[in-house]
Each structure stands twice: as C-alpha cells, then as structure tokens.
C-alpha cells in the first residue's frame, strides 16, 4: 500500500507533500470532450463511406438494370423474322417491323423551363421475333406454353405526369405466336389480362383466334391496333396500351423499367443534314442544332433522326396514298402487308376493289397492276437501315440519371 500511495505523490513545496487519488473535474471534462469529438468524426467519417458506398452501388445497380433492359433490346432486334423495309405484291409475309414515333420529339425538353431529366419517352416498337436459342414461354390457360416465335411490344406508361415524379414505366410485352391453339374467350382485354398468346379477331364467328406469323402482317391483328376492316389502317391506340400491362397474379411480370426517364428510337437517315460549325459537326438530333444561325454550312451526310422530325430526309413526313391517314399516331414506320391488294376490300375509298391485282389498266398508265393502281402504300417506302434506341433511367434515393444506347444494323453484310 505504502508503494501504491506513494506513485500519486510528489512534493508541492520543501515542508509538504500532496497525494492525488484521481483526475480533477476539468481533466475528466478535457477527456470526454475529447472523446465525443473522436466519435463524432468516426461516425461522419463513417457516414460519408456508407453514403459513397450507397451512391456506388446504386449507379451499379442502375449499370445492371439498364444492360440488362438493352441487351435483351437489341436480341429483339437482331431476331426480328422481317426486315424494316416495304413490301412489294409478291414478297413473303413474314411477320411485321413497325416504330412508331408519338407526339414527342427530344426538342420539347431541351426548354431550359422543363424538367432537364425528361427525354422523349412515348415511342413504341413491335415486331415479330423469333428466337434462336431457348424457345419463348408464356402463359395459356393457367398453363405454361412454349414457341420459338413471339410478337414482342415495347411501350411506356407515364403514371399520371411527364415528370420523373410520374413513375414512367417501361414495358416489354412477349406474346406467342400459337396458330394451333383455341380459346373461347372473346375480350380482348381479358384475354391479355392473363395469356401471353398473340389473338386476332375472327371475321366471321367474331371470337378471338390465334395470330400466325403470315396473319401479323396485317396491321389489324397486332397487339393493341384498332381491328377491323372499316378501322383500316387500324392503328396503335393508346388508351389499348395504357390497360395492357399485366394485371392480377402476373402483375409486373412484364415490367422492364420502373423509373424510366426516356425511351427514343430513331432512325438512320441518309439524307438529311447536318451542320457544320467551328470544325464540328451538328446532328439534327443535338441540342444545339436549331439555334445555329442560317449562315452555318450544311451538307447532306445522315444521321439519326426522330421519325417525322423536319429535315429528316427520306422520313421528314409519311407518304400517304388516297383515303386514309394515321391520326393518333401520324408518324408510323411499317413493313405493311401485301394482303391489302388482294383482299376484297376498298382501303383507297376511290371505287373498284383490288385495282392493283386484278388484272386490269384501271388508271391507263404504267401497264396493268402498276405501283399507281395499288390501293394501299406504306407511309415511309425507304428501308430503315439501322435503328438506334436510348434507354434513360433515375434512381430516386441518390438522384443519379443513367443512359445507355444501342445500335442496330439492318444492312447485309
């Protein structure tokens, strides 16, 4: 004990000694103080990792989502049964391309007002698909139904506003192509509700029938098209395409993007212009294109353009032939169908039937059954020569903006 006391001692002064037991208050204060400041640096510092590793993975998670969203994009494309080009009276029906361009170009959110995430987001794409490797499966009368040929959708639904708020959804829905299959259902709506089975309408006994590939060609047995003869040219409807998402116990399964800021298609032009300023060249399709002044050189080189977009060149506006245009969506890419000639209806509305395979010189010009007799024409007649789509996305929690675009080729090798 003597040891023990005699460590906290020392001499204050010649006469006494003083013994210390303990810290002082202030010397307890210093330290704790001391202490919390320690902590309080740990825990920032920790918080500052965790959010980093937070943003991290997020923009991963975005990489993720948006690759995967793309990849299974562009095998869509690269397994399309048809190329993008017209058709002629004698071609094969095999399936259909169509792209449709909505009424929004990238030009309505470069407005410094708008909301700078927003990018064109109401384009669709569909087309017949046939897969080369494991077949698609679907379901069919709460069973499960495999073929190796699918008509495929791509579409959005803005929920409620044009904001990254409105939750737009981006959508891929995979139909089967099953012509030996049956089904007594009658609507539409609820048959899609919960089969993954393309179905047209039966002319004649009015029920639903299975879509062959040859019978997709005709626009109005495609998926969310208005049918019918007297609908011609039986175009895509949105307020279809609002309701036909998956619903019930497969709501979802058909959900590709939840927080999707721009789906845009365009197309390759090759002749429209460009701008060349300062050494550089300006797209159509870059922000600053519009503003450049009238003296800028232009030149005739291509690019990718938005469907029906002014200067577009070949695909500035649609082709239509006699009585009848597309209204709800006048900007309409479309491999078309050969049937429409031979079908026993009058799609032109100028009298006579099937003037252009009947036989005869109606028009006295170009000989019998020339280009000028047909009654339809598809709305572009120039091949799409590649496609080009950009995939935008936000996630909410950190506010990171991702896009990711892909390019595809139509042109032989």
Known sequence: MKTLARMFCYKATPRRSVCRVGLTLIELMIAVVITLVIVAAMIRAFKLASDEIGVGRAAMDLHNQLRAVTETLRRDLQNATCVPRPRGISDERSGYFEYVESDEYDSDHTDPLTNSHIGDHNDILALTVRSTDRPFRGRFNGAFVESYLAEVVWWTVAGGTDTYDGNVQLYRRVLLIRPDLTTAEVNFDTFYADNDVSVRRDPVLGGLVMNSLES?????????????????????????????????????????????????????????????????????????????????????????????????????????????????????????????????????????????????????ANGVDDNGERETQPPYPHPIRSLQVSVRMIDKKTNQVLQKSIKESFVPN
């Open 216 to 364: 997709l060609a005709e626009r109005g047995n495609r998926f969310a098209h208005v049918s019918g003869a007297a609908n011609f040219p039986n175009e895509f409807q949105r307020s279809i395409l609002d309701v036909r998402p998956l619903t019930g116990d497969n709501l979802g399964d058909d959900l590709m993007l939840a927080n999707c800021l721009a789906f845009d298609i365009k197309l390759l032009s090759p002749n429209t212009t460009v701008k060349l300023t300062g050494g550089q060249t300006v797209e159509l399709s870059d922000p600053g294109y519009a503003a450049l002044p009238i003296t800028t050189v232009e030149q005739t080189a291509g690019g990718y353009v938005d469907l029906g977009v002014a200067n577009g060149g070949w695909f500035t506006g649609p082709a239509y032939q006699n009585g009848y245009s597309f209204t709800e969506f006048p900007y309409t890419y479309c491999t078309w169908s050969a049937t429409y000639e031979s079908d026993g209806f009058d799609q032109d509305g100028v009298g006579g039937i099937d003037q252009g395979t009947n036989g005869l010189d109606d028009d006295l």
